[in-house]
């Protein structure tokens, strides 16, 4: 996870009218030293244990049990939103990458400051980024999570791997709403 460049991140636009705010929303990886929330003095447990390790510096938010603001913003895990004033939707992504954040944000900026005169009229666009995983450090967040944590990624890497062949060079995201089909769809639709 990008805690600590979100944060830096957070630092550096505070000063340009930009809030930043980290959501916990659900146990990423649900195990014995962190179980599924089933109250939200559980889920405040939890977030102050992510607090505590990750040093997270912007405002975290508590979704409800039922994860109303998860779902309302699509569901995935660990996704990333700018949102404007008057709730136009910039930017979203499935996946925090500080450096793609950072393009958006000086993106969005600068629409907001020259937009009037240069007659810019916003419009929607998606496209697809590349990120890297810090596979140490995610490792140990699931030993920090529980034996479970690591067994379940371990069992969804084996099924993963049982169900397709070996992967091509160009395997893009199983996102909703691409309209490709990916390995092992081809019949599929």
Do not use: C
Request: aromatic letters at 10%; proline letters at 3%.
């Amino acid at each position: 996870m990008a805690t600590g460049s979100m944060d830096d991140l957070a630092d550096r636009y505070a000063s340009r009218a930009v809030r930043s705010a980290f959501i916990y929303t659900r146990e990423a990886h649900p195990a014995e030293n962190y179980r599924h929330h089933r109250s939200m003095e559980d889920k405040r447990r939890n977030a102050r244990a992510y607090l505590e390790h990750s040093k997270v510096r912007r405002q975290i938010l508590l979704d409800d049990l039922e994860g109303s603001a998860h779902r309302a913003y699509g569901s995935l895990p660990n996704m990333t939103w700018i949102i404007g004033r008057g709730g136009m939707i910039h930017y979203k992504s499935a996946w925090t990458s500080a450096a793609d954040v950072a393009d958006a944000l000086e993106h969005v900026l600068d629409f907001q400051a020259n937009r009037a005169k240069k007659q810019w009229v916003a419009f929607y666009s998606e496209r697809s980024a590349w990120s890297t995983r810090d596979m140490a450090q995610f490792k140990a967040g699931l030993e920090r999570a529980g034996p479970q944590a690591v067994a379940d990624y371990q069992r969804m890497l084996e099924a993963n791997k049982a169900g397709r062949a070996a992967p091509t060079e160009d395997v893009g995201p199983r996102i909703p709403g691409n309209f490709y089909k990916t390995e092992g769809e081809s019949g599929k639709r």
